[in-house]
């Protein structure tokens, strides 16, 4: 298939945006959810970047480890926002890929080493992580947050799908389901999206996140 056809082919597909923060082991069960989906619908998921820590800047009633989080999760967002910016929306959705194993299933620790493999992985240049050290870009980090939060509201968190022009938090999933039944949930989340008036659902988690 030459380039131009693969164009022409992702063009058909439905478009589902997806706002992550490469931290959060919600968000990564999702974006797996969605890459099943791709498998089973006529749909491609095109992956942006949101940031826990824009999300809870100022709110200091906030638990001291979860603050403590908040303050190692700048490094990977910023880094993914990088790739993005320099090498486009294709390698980002690998970045992720890379560093979402290697923090969740993997469970590595949280650090420039692991952003440096992730890199590596998907044939970036290493000295990408450096900009998780420096706060130059986050302007335009906080743009690409407010693209994906703001039309759902302060209230909720990351995942954010955006299906028809509806923004959506979640769906929140463990495990991420697989073959016709990711297709099926899919269905269902995409026709609450043709009501205006739908807004939530929702129901208390009684599991973690399970990565299989």
């Not at 480890?65 to 303050?71: E, I, P, S």
């Not at 450096?130 to 906080?142: I, M, P, V, W, Y």
Request: glycine share 8%.
């Amino acid at each position: 298939m030459t380039e131009k056809q693969m164009e022409t082919e992702l063009t058909d597909l439905q478009q589902v945006d997806f706002w992550f923060d490469p931290q959060c082991p919600w968000a990564w069960m999702t974006s797996r959810w969605m890459l099943e989906v791709e498998k089973v619908r006529p749909v491609r998921t095109v992956f942006h970047v949101m940031s826990l820590s824009v999300l809870n800047e100022g709110r200091d009633e906030l638990p001291e480890d979860y603050k403590t989080f908040l303050a190692g999760a700048w490094a990977s967002a910023r880094v993914a926002l990088a790739v993005e910016e320099q090498y486009g929306s294709e390698k980002l959705r690998e970045f992720y890929t890379a560093i979402g194993t290697r923090f969740h299933p993997n469970e590595e620790t949280r650090d420039r080493a692991a952003l440096e493999g992730a890199l590596t992985d998907v044939g970036l240049p290493a000295e990408l992580a450096d900009a998780g050290e420096t706060d130059a870009n986050d302007e335009a980090l906080r743009r690409s947050h407010h693209e994906g939060m703001d039309p759902v509201g302060n209230e909720v968190g990351t995942p954010v799908v955006r299906i028809n022009g509806k923004s959506l938090f979640g769906p929140v999933i463990s495990p991420a389901p697989k073959g016709e039944p990711a297709g099926r949930l899919f269905d269902g989340v995409a026709l609450v999206t043709e009501y205006d008036g739908f807004y939530e659902l929702k129901r208390s988690r009684t599991t973690g996140p399970i990565f299989d």
